[in-house]
């Protein structure tokens, strides 16, 4: 029978035409994480949580060996081109080298200070690259005793590599959003990739090495083009966490594999998906999907992720299946207004998108209207939708730094400056034109080419008041691509605008979406509701309203791809959901509103303290009548809550408890002048840079009082003092020197070390080279006598190191002055303390904005779990449940002997079951009957947790989450909560 293909006959399972099942594969007794073809196809390796290896004959589909042991679940397998060597990267930090042939193990590679989540082999199978929960990248030479070099460039876990086909680059995706791509003959990162929102699970090269697909949790595969870094297309169809893509051999078709229980085929060029085949999955670190080698096959899992099933593909019937009916293809192209408030930008928006012109007032927030909508056919036939959306971008100085935040994935920007302002009519344009250039560099290379223009507005109240030889210097020196002179009210040279926007737009290369005629319906819907003024929705109250409009609809699925379709126009800042109650907010707007009256009233705080109350603020003490209209009074503080998050999460507030309270503190917008400013003590160094000034002073000075080696000390207008915990004063001073251009002055007290001096320095050396344009920033050692002050130039500095000297006395008061820099003033190496700040200000950040999602849960009543217990254990369990509090978590403890009803269970995102020194927690049947329920619809996670007390020969069913906090240590409450949250990467396999 060599060469004969079998069909084993498959049950009560309805598959896609092209699929016949070849084999079943069975002998693993826990989850299988990646399935792997030997390079001559005949040979397939499975790596489970069984702790093995297994090795597969693919012909006959039995066992080639006895298991590979393992020391501890293998998450990775991976073949050497020539197929004599296996590799495997395990929980135990290693990686085992096995023998292909007989299954014998050659050596284990040592080094990781993690888990080992991915290997991969070079083309030339010289080199082994392994990707780690320590953040970093090692690359083996097998020429070279298996040494290794690390690449570090991701700031969390790293889950996945590949290298291209010439071997030249090696892609990584990680836990921290981004893909990067390193050049392998030095070793070095030369793009970082950003676009996904979620965890990039996979990544993986096509076969001709043109582009990278990678895998999310934000249940999207993204396709990038390899030589530009650009998006290229962006698949929807999955509603669930994408944890894996391959590309068949032949570069025809794409496979993907989600924790929504599928796997799906899509066609490589139109990308359509043209099958669907359930596999129900309950791991979410799974890999378990590979195209053979050489012949039309697919390896898939099933039964619980412990059985592999190879399929037989029928290449001719799924390459030619139309799949065109539901598949919608679109593009969205972004415009921006942008100015300083008062120039026009509304009337001009109006204008723009074919609105009679109507005066208006000052925009609040943002305003978004559909520039143009249409359909266009492609050359080969297929229709794509295509849709410009115009941003109107509030220009008030209290905006700024929000606005920074919609500079993204911008198409055609248009910097609006008001030609009747006799005294500034240029005011604002170099600030808006720096932040466009700023966000283009902090996108990096998947930004997309930015069309740019210059307009003059208000003509008809008076001509523009400067030659037009500036401005065609403004227009040439910052890179405007044009430059038009309208009147919104007469119409002038508004055609001609429309025009130009039209041109500007560079369709071809904006990411393509590839979605569904049901995606299409569920979005027009939404747009609708937003048109209608509907402002706060739970998502199940807003499905229910579209099921209402939709009776039609029968999709199975159809509440999962609704929740998708949301996440992918929260994506595209068309909504936003809340961090708690499981609340959709429709005009997202509102958020910058409220951000803005918090800026002003911190702006306006008495003394200049740049700072508003906690309470005040959520209780909206601040918010302009305007803005609170047409919600009530808990919806409203819904909003606050979230407003003040998110300025919290994006470093632009400090929160500091006081005695009474806790105050939001506001670093750019104190007003309190600094005593003695003409007198600044002990400068040191100066920094000029250009970018978004006061977002870039604002995030520096929060991260340093976050730092826990230095702590505030006194705030002014453009200054902070903060107190190093080795002792010593350290400060910064702040000058706009005009807009987009800033000066930082560092300073420090005698007490302060060198040490300390130098780490401080440094890290706003690194801070500015993060945020500030690059090419920009210049920076200038500064020497000043300490005792008076005096300061000596740089051109005499420069003389006396040229002669050797290394001190130059003052020459009023003959004091030593040093003339040594950076490493040079240390008498010892010290060590840089820029991750250790880095790590310290993120977790006070992340403390601070998980104690305001826990404040929304609280008002919403949105419980995140259900902790069920004996009343002899309310002690342990209250402190464990403010222990999930301190991390964002709101539990729910039902009063003693209270019977749980349906309801109570209904909305409850996970349940545990608390067992200590007491009996079982329940009593009642119906307590049983509901929880068995929740269990059995697998409506969350359900977990066992082991209290202080619990028997420690008690032993929990194999199969579910458990947690040991029998003595309260709190790597158990950081497992719990990650539990609780349905965070993955924590799972493996219940450990």
């Given at each position: 029978?060599?060469g004969?293909?079998v ?7 309805e ?14 007794n ?58 495997s990267?395990?929980?135990d ?11 014998l193990p ?8 993690g888990?080992?989540y ?7 199978g ?7 929960y ?7 030479d097998?020429?070279n005793?298996?040494q290794?070099?690390v ?15 010439d ?36 990544v993986v090269?096509?076969?001709d ?8 949790d ?6 990038w ?12 169809g999955?509603t ?9 051999p ?33 791991s ?16 898939t ?13 029928d ?19 972004k415009?921006?207004?942008?100015g ?8 001009l ?10 005066k ?44 920074q ?7 055609v920007a ?5 030609a ?17 250039r ?5 996108q990096?290379?998947?930004a ?20 037009h ?17 309208t009147?919104?009210k ?18 071809d ?17 939404v ?17 229910r309203l ?20 949301l996440?992918?126009m929260?994506?595209r ?8 109650g ?23 705080a ?23 209209r047409q ?23 400090l ?5 009474v309270?806790?105050?939001l ?26 970018g ?12 340093l ?9 006194e705030?002014y ?11 010593g ?8 020197l ?49 005792k ?7 051109e ?8 050797g ?7 009023v ?13 240390l ?5 840089s ?17 998980a ?7 609280i ?7 259900l ?17 999930l ?22 909305n ?52 579910v ?14 497992l ?16």
């Open positions: 029978m060599e004969k293909v069909p084993v006959p498959v049950a009560s399972e598959l896609p035409a092209g699929f016949s099942l070849r084999h079943k594969l069975y002998g693993h826990n989850i299988i994480y990646q399935v792997a073809w030997s390079p001559n196809g005949r040979t397939l390796a499975s790596a489970s949580a069984d702790r093995s290896v297994r090795l597969w004959d693919a012909h006959y589909g039995r066992l080639l060996h006895d298991p590979i042991g393992q020391g501890d679940y293998v998450f990775s397998v991976a073949w050497s081109p020539d197929g004599r060597l296996l590799a990267g395990c929980y930090e290693t990686i085992r080298l096995t023998d292909g042939v007989t299954g050659v050596r284990d590679l040592t080094g990781h200070d888990p080992v991915n290997v991969a082999w070079s083309p030339d010289r080199y082994l690259a392994s990707a780690s320590d953040h970093t990248i090692r690359v083996w097998s020429h005793d298996w290794c070099r690449l570090e460039g991701h700031s969390d876990w790293v889950m996945s590599v590949a290298w291209s086909p071997g030249l680059t090696l892609a990584s995706g990680s836990r921290d959003e981004t893909i990067c791509f390193w050049d392998m003959n030095r070793g070095t990162m030369f793009r970082k990739l950003k676009g996904h929102n979620d965890i990039v699970n996979s090269w096509s076969p090495g043109l582009m990278l697909a990678s895998a999310s934000d249940q999207t595969i993204r396709l083009d390899a030589a530009s870094g650009r998006l290229h297309t962006l698949l929807e999955h669930g966490l994408v944890l894996y893509a391959c590309f068949s032949d570069g025809r078709l794409l496979a993907s594999k989600s924790r929504d229980n599928t796997v799906r085929l899509w066609r490589a060029g139109s990308w359509e998906q043209i099958a669907t085949l359930k596999e129900p999955m309950t979410d670190f799974n890999r378990g999907l590979a195209f053979h080698p050489h012949m039309p096959m697919l390896a899992l099933s039964a619980g992720e412990r059985m592999i099933r190879i399929w037989n593909l290449d001719a019937a799924l390459l030619g299946m139309d799949a065109s009916a539901d598949t919608w293809h679109y593009r969205n192209a415009v921006i207004l942008v300083d408030s008062g120039v026009g930008k509304s009337g928006g109006l204008a723009l998108t074919g609105r009679p012109w109507v208006t007032g000052s925009t609040h927030g943002c305003r978004i209207w559909t520039f143009a909508s249409e359909d266009v056919t492609l050359p080969d036939g297929r229709q794509e939708t295509r849709e410009t959306l115009l941003w109107d971008l509030a220009g008030q100085p209290g905006y700024r730094q929000t606005n935040l919609h500079l993204n994935e911008v198409s248009l910097v609006v400056f008001d009747s302002n006799e005294e500034r009519p240029l005011a604002g344009v170099q600030h808006w034109d720096r932040a466009l700023q966000a283009l560099r902090r990096g290379d998947s997309l080419p930015l069309t740019k223009y210059l307009i003059a507005a208000r003509l008809d109240q008076g001509g523009v008041p400067m030659w030889s500036r401005l065609q210097n403004i227009v040439r020196t910052m890179n405007f691509d044009g430059y038009f002179e009147s919104a007469e119409g002038w040279q508004i055609a001609e605008l429309i025009e130009a926007i039209r041109e500007g737009i560079q369709w290369v904006l990411p393509r979406v590839s979605s569904n005629e049901l995606f299409q319906t569920i979005r027009q819907f747009i609708e509701e937003k048109k209608s003024g509907h402002i706060l929705s739970t998502v199940t109250d807003l499905y579209f099921c209402h409009t939709s009776p039609d609809l029968t999709t199975a699925d159809l509440r999962a791809r609704f929740d998708t379709c996440s992918r929260e994506n800042a068309l909504l936003r959901r809340l961090r708690f499981n609340y959709v907010l429709l005009q997202p707007e509102l958020l910058d509103a409220y951000a803005s009256d918090l800026v002003d009233a911190a702006h306006n008495p003394g200049g303290l740049g700072t508003v109350s906690e309470a005040d603020a959520l209780d909206g003490r601040f918010i302009s009548p305007s803005h609170s919600l009530d009074k808990e919806q409203q503080r819904l909003l606050l809550i979230a407003t003040v998050e998110e300025l919290v999460r994006h470093e632009i507030v929160k500091e408890p006081t005695d309270g806790t105050d503190i506001f670093p750019s917008q104190f007003t309190r002048e600094w005593p003695n400013l003409t007198e600044l003590p002990g400068q040191t160094l100066r920094f000029t840079f250009e978004p000034v006061l977002n870039i002073y604002a995030v520096l000075v929060i991260r009082a976050h730092s826990q080696l230095y702590n505030k000390k705030m207008k453009n200054a902070a003092t903060f107190t190093a915990t080795v002792g004063t350290c400060g910064i001073y702040l000058q706009e005009e807009e987009g251009q800033g000066e930082i002055i560092l300073f420090f007290d005698e007490k302060a070390s060198e040490a300390t001096r130098y780490q401080f320095e440094d890290y706003v050396s690194v801070h500015l080279k993060r945020r500030a344009l690059p090419g920009s920033i210049h920076r200038e050692r500064l020497y000043n006598c300490e008076c002050g005096i300061s000596i130039t740089e005499q500095v420069n003389a006396r190191r040229r002669i000297h290394t001190i130059m006395h003052c020459p008061c003959e004091k030593p002055i040093s003339l040594l820099d950076r490493e040079e003033r008498a010892e190496p010290v060590p303390a820029i991750a250790a700040i880095d790590r310290a200000a993120d977790a006070q950040r992340d403390k601070a904005s104690e305001l999602i826990l404040k929304g849960k008002t919403a009543s949105d419980y995140d779990v902790l069920c217990h004996n009343e002899s254990d309310a002690e342990a369990v209250q402190a464990l449940a403010e222990q509090q301190e991390r964002g978590i709101l539990p729910w403890l039902p009063e003693n002997g209270r019977a749980l009803s349906e309801d109570d269970l209904a409850m995102k996970a349940v545990a079951v608390c067992v200590g020194q007491g009996k079982v927690p329940w009593n009642n049947p119906e307590t049983v009957k509901y929880l068995q329920q929740f269990v059995s619809q697998a409506a969350g996670p359900f977990i066992l947790i082991a209290l202080p007390g619990c028997p420690a020969a008690k032993r929990f069913p194999d199969g989450l458990n947690v040991n906090w029998r003595d309260r240590q709190p790597e158990g409450i950081d719990l909560a990650a539990y609780i949250a349905a965070e993955r990467k924590h799972d493996v396999s219940n450990r």
